[in-house]
């Protein structure tokens, strides 16, 4: 039987797994071991491997199978075969609203929704409920398009079936896992007119303001997103990029070549140490601040960190970030914008390290939001725009 099957290879798949990486990596690597399994086994196994985890850490006395169904009953929306097999009396209520779902779990099953993410507290503003139920719903894909390359990008997609969402003038939200190698082919778009960016990592550029010729530093860059959207705004900039990892920076500069930009400075740096022998001569216009953080903000996208996380590290966090907020201060010049990101929902790493940098380091806060992506599929980020003290 298919769905006793699916059934069999998902608990298989969960006794393999060691819950120290991330699932998007483990599960390439499972199937290539298993050969043996076609696609839709591969298909099936991802789904329920990745709506079993979109539990988090509710139910926890539960059987596995019987979180597994609550699972699925949670985060489908249409007829579901398997569910139909298991518990046909979940299946028949799959049309029901997420909401009329969780009071029926709660009252039959004794669900409670803030067991899904039992951490905090959440950053100002985060309504709890909603960011909680944004858990048994798939992000979306976003990419963001390079200037001028609108028409090219629409005219591409409107070529397929897949349903697309314009959000602004170059900002498309598409359905997860959509396949842009395979609509945007290296032979046909050499260089690729659109980033892959979420929508609210897209949505930070409004804090950065930058202004022409000045001098910018991206300190902790990783592949280069915040410096993409910078040069977007302002292609003028002289630009400075670091990060703690080499390799993240070589992926960076094939995504500097595609956009286009090519003059750029690039550093290997860690940022807990004293930097000076580096960095002695330079003073920046602005630094962007996009710190290491436990990314809890997009744990909708890889839903196994949930019940992996443990609430202690979060302390850990945030003094990595006061330590390298503290460290690149010294190298903004009086007057100027530091601007402090996270892709955390955790006060601690956000308002609390802004009140940090003000309290010991004299800043004055210009801004602070959170980027509520819970909202829109999208991951939750926070940006603060603080000025270094003219004294
Ligand atoms: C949130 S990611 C940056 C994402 C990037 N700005 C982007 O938009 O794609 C944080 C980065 O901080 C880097 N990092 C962690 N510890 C560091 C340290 N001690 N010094 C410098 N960079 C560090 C990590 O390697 C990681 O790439």
Request: glycine letters at 4%.
């Given at each position: ?270 940022l807990?140490?004293?930097v ?47 330590t390298i907020?503290s460290n690149v201060?010294k ?61």
């Amino acid at each position: 039987m298919r769905s006793e099957q699916q059934l069999r290879t998902f608990l298989r798949v969960l006794e393999s797994y060691p819950e120290d990486r991330p699932l998007a990596k483990f599960l390439p690597e499972f199937f290539r071991k298993n050969k043996q399994m076609g696609s839709n086994d591969r298909r099936s196994a991802s789904r329920l491997l990745y709506n079993y985890y979109r539990l988090g850490k509710t139910l926890p006395g539960r059987k596995i199978e019987e979180r597994l169904f609550i699972a699925e009953f949670l985060c489908t929306a249409v007829d579901n075969p398997f569910l139909q097999h298991f518990r046909p009396e979940l299946n028949e209520k799959i049309y029901l609203t997420l909401d009329d779902k969780i009071s029926y779990l709660k009252e039959e099953y004794n669900f409670n929704l803030e067991d899904v993410f039992p951490f905090g507290p959440l950053s100002i503003g985060i309504d709890p409920e909603v960011f909680l139920k944004s858990f048994f719903v798939q992000p979306d894909l976003y990419i963001r398009i390079h200037p001028h390359k609108e028409d090219v990008v629409l005219f591409a997609l409107s070529q397929t079936a897949i349903p697309f969402k314009q959000i602004g003038q170059y900002t498309l939200a598409l359905p997860n896992g959509t396949n842009l190698n395979a609509i945007f082919s290296d032979t046909e778009f050499p260089t690729k007119p659109f980033e892959i960016q979420d929508l609210s990592s897209q949505q930070t550029l409004g804090s950065f303001k930058p202004n022409r010729y000045e001098y910018w530093w991206d300190a902790c860059a990783a592949s280069g997103g915040k410096s993409l959207l910078l040069f977007s705004e302002q292609p003028d900039l002289k630009l400075v990029v670091s990060d703690i990892r080499e390799s993240v920076l070589d992926n960076l500069d094939e995504r500097f070549i595609n956009a286009g930009l090519r003059t750029y400075q690039k550093k290997v740096i860690d940022l807990t140490q004293n930097v000076d022998q580096v960095l002695h001569d330079y003073h920046f216009d602005g630094i962007i601040l996009d710190a290491p953080c436990s990314g809890s903000g997009t744990w909708g996208r890889t839903p196994e960190m949930t019940s992996q996380f443990h609430e202690h590290k979060i302390q850990g966090f945030q003094n990595l970030q006061k330590t390298i907020a503290s460290n690149v201060l010294k190298y903004l010049k009086p007057g100027k914008p530091l601007i402090y990101i996270t892709c955390s929902v955790f006060k601690q790493e956000n308002e609390d390290v802004v009140n940090y940098l003000i309290s010991d380091h004299g800043l004055k806060l210009e801004m602070q939001e959170v980027l509520k992506g819970y909202e829109n599929k999208a991951d939750t980020m926070f940006a603060a725009r603080l000025i270094k003290s003219d004294l």
